[in-house]
Structures are given as structure tokens and as C-alpha cells.
């Protein structure tokens, strides 16, 4: 069974800060780890994935996320935070042939 | 328009009642899933289709009937609606049931169940 973990349901920085958002998984073989953003009222759109290779995943908006299998962890992270970041942040894991699992999500608040 | 959409948008319904929402992708995906999103438990899977005709249920399916037979198309009908049933739904398509795929999602249905 595969489950992803998102520790804090809500992280608020100051504009310009690094933004970090955690997210640990478990599954039973290698896994693919996504980061979907929401924006409020919208659906779900993909931030970035780890497949294979690089384990350093660079996405859309600035954002990177690297896997590290020793810590099974996927945490998201962004330089500097822009109010326009503000959103939900989720994130996944697919074991090869399974569903997406999601996390709780973590709703990130930037203030100016 | 090219994509996923999903209507109505916003439902009220009462506790009793059959409500229907509809899912409809212009991409040819074969896979289709529905999700419910509810403060602290994230997205769940409710159920998903591999194809027309094929369907399967997902992490919290009880309540919930669907039906595929087309393509593009994947409705989701809460039989005999209940409170619990008040969620944000979230119709989503992509062309491998999981592994390295991005799945594209709808704006969502907000369903508020009286």
C-alpha cells in the first residue's frame, strides 16, 4: 500500500522568503511523486513529478522538489515566495501500475 | 473548447435526492477518475474507468454510482444524496491508470447536500 504524508495543513511565509512544504510517502517499490497546485476555485494542476534519474525535480513558478529515498521524502521548495503562490498545495505518489494517492494538502498563505 | 470540464459547478441538493454530475474530456484519455476533496483527507478516490464500459471502485465508492459509455464521458450519480455527501468533486482524466502519468483535472463541482 502506497500513502503520502504532508506535514503542516498550513504554512504561511512572508513575501520573498523560501518557501518549504514537507511531504513523506511510503510505498513498496520505487515510487513516482508528484506536486499538484490549486488555486482557489480551480482544479488540480501538476507543479512538477520525480519519475526516474535527477533526483533534483525542477518545476513550473520556480518550484523544485527533490527525492530522497533515505529520508522517503519529496518536500517542495521555492526561493523566494510571491503573493501569486498563495494556493493548496498536494502532494502524490503513484506506484507504477496504482492509482494517484494524495496527501491532506497544505495551504500556503504569503504575506506581503 | 480542448479539456476536462464539469457542470454544474455548484449543487444544492437535499438528503434524499438523485444528483448527477458530469464529467466530459475532449483528449480521447482513456482513464477517468472522480475525487472527493474534504478538509484534512485531501482527494480520495470515489471511483475510476480504464475505458467505455470499465469501471472500478476507488478508496470511499459507498453512495456513489457511475457509468461510462463513452469515451469522453464519466458521470457521477449519488443515488439517494446524504450530508455526508457535501464535498467538492473533481472528474480527472489521463491516458495511463498511474506511474509516471499526469492526470488533468476539472475545476470541480461544489455539492452541498441539505
Known amino acids: 500500500a502506497q500513502s503520502v504524508t504532508q506535514l503542516g495543513s498550513h504554512v504561511s511565509v512572508s513575501e520573498g522568503a523560501l518557501v518549504l512544504l514537507r511531504c513523506n510517502y511510503s510505498s513498496s517499490v520505487p515510487p513516482y511523486l508528484f506536486w499538484y497546485v490549486q488555486y482557489p476555485n480551480q482544479g488540480l494542476q501538476l507543479l512538477l513529478k520525480y519519475t526516474t534519474g535527477a533526483t533534483l525535480v525542477k518545476g513550473i513558478n520556480g518550484f523544485e522538489a527533490e527525492f530522497k529515498k533515505s529520508e522517503t521524502s519529496f518536500h517542495l521548495t521555492k526561493p523566494s515566495a510571491h503573493m501569486s503562490d498563495a494556493a493548496e498545495y498536494f502532494c502524490?505518489?503513484?506506484?507504477?501500475?496504482?492509482?494517484?494517492?494524495f496527501g491532506g494538502g497544505t495551504r500556503l498563505m504569503v504575506k506581503p | 473548447d480542448a479539456g476536462i470540464t464539469q457542470s454544474p459547478r455548484y449543487k444544492i441538493t437535499e438528503t434524499g435526492r438523485q444528483v448527477t454530475l458530469m464529467c466530459h474530456q475532449t483528449w480521447s484519455h482513456s482513464y477517468m477518475f472522480w475525487y472527493r476533496q474534504d478538509l484534512g483527507h485531501g482527494l480520495r478516490l470515489i471511483y475510476y474507468?480504464?475505458?467505455?464500459?470499465?469501471?472500478d471502485k476507488g478508496e470511499v465508492p459507498d453512495g456513489y454510482v457511475v457509468s461510462r459509455s463513452k469515451t469522453e464521458n464519466f458521470p457521477l450519480t449519488l443515488e439517494s444524496a446524504t450530508r455526508s455527501q457535501t464535498s467538492v468533486y473533481f472528474c480527472?482524466?489521463?491516458?495511463?491508470?498511474?506511474?509516471?502519468?499526469?492526470?488533468?483535472f476539472g475545476q470541480g463541482t461544489r455539492l452541498t447536500v441539505v
Open positions: 502524490a505518489v503513484s506506484d507504477q501500475g496504482n492509482m494517484l494517492t
Open positions: 474507468s480504464a475505458a467505455a464500459d470499465i469501471t
Open positions: 480527472a482524466s489521463s491516458d495511463r491508470r498511474g506511474g509516471n502519468t499526469e492526470a488533468f
